[in-house]
C-alpha cells in the first residue's frame, strides 16, 4: 500500500482539510495490512482500514481532530481486548491531517517518512538509508514503522484506462475501476446524454466521432472499446492499433472476433498486431452480465498491472 496523494488531493480540494487515518503496523490477524489508509473529513470519508469497530473509532477521533485542530496521533489497538473484534491481532493507526500546502510539499517524494508523534532527535541512519534507495534505484518500501518514524511509498503515476463507450457495461466497469488504485481513468462517448453522473476522478470525454481523439490517447495507455456501434468498435480498433497501446480489449462474441479480424487484415493490419486486440473481455465463466464483465475486466487489468510491474523491477533490478 502507498500514500495516494492525487487521492488525498481531490478530497482536500472537495472538502478543506482531512484526516488520513493509515494502519502503520499489524501483529497477528488484522483486517487489512499496513498502509492501508482512509480519508476522513467532516461530513464524510472513503477508502476504508477494514471497517468495524476499529474504523468507527478511528474516523470519530479523526473527526474530533479536525473539530479542535488536534496533531498527528497514534493508537495502539489490540482488537479483541480493546475492540471486542474476533482477528485477535493489534494495529497500530496514524492519524494526521493534511491540508493543500502540506500535500504540496510532497509532490516530488518518492516515499514519505516522518516521526511519529512522541519521536524526538534526527532521522535515524536506516530511514535515510530508504530515502536514499528511493531517489536513486526507484526503491519502493513497504509501508512500516522504522525506529519511531513511519515510512511509506508515493502512489506510483496513474495508469491510463481509456474507456470507449457509456452504455451498460462501460457503466459497470467505470463503476468497478474507479475505486481501484493505480488507475486514471478516461470515459469516452458521443453524447453527454449517454453518461451517468460521472464519478470524481475520471475524465469524460464526449465527441461526436471518438475516433478523431485516439491520437490524444498516451501511447501506453490501456483501452476498453465497448461501444453501442460495431462500426464504431472497428474504426476504434482501427486506429488504436495504427497508433499504439500497452493493452486494448474488445467486447464481443467469437462470431464477431472472426470478422474484426478479417476486416481488420482487410484495413492492412498484420496478423501479429490483431492478435493483440483480446476479445471477448473479462471472464467468459462468470457471464454476460454488465456487472459480471466488469468483474472479469477488473481482475484482467489488475492482472496485466501487476504483471507490468514485475517485468519493470526485474529490468531495474
Known sequence: MSFDLAEAGRAVAAHGPVVRVVVAEVAGSAPREAGAAMLVWAGGQEGTIGGGALEYGAAARAREMLAKGGAARLDRMPLGPALNQC?????????????AEGLRGLAEAEVVARPLPGTTGEMPMAVARILRRARGEGFAPAARIVQGWFVEPVTAPARDLWIWGAGHVGRAIVAV?????????????????????????VVQRIAADPGEIVTEAPKGADHLVLTFSHALDLDLCHRLLDHGFASLGLIGSETKWARFRSRLAALGHAPDRIAAIRCPIGDPRLGKHP???????????????????RTEKERAG
Request: charged share 20%.
Open 87 to 99: 482477528c485477535g491481532g493489534a494495529v497500530t493507526i496514524l492519524s494526521e491531517c493534511w491540508d
Open 177 to 201: 475501476m474507479h475505486p481501484l488504485p493505480g488507475f486514471r481513468l478516461t470515459w469516452i462517448d458521443t453524447d453527454a446524454g449517454r453518461f451517468p453522473a460521472v464519478p470524481d476522478g
Open 291 to 309: 456487472q459480471a464483465i466488469a468483474v472479469g475486466v477488473a481482475a484482467e487489468m489488475m492482472t496485466l498491472k501487476s504483471a507490468k510491474a
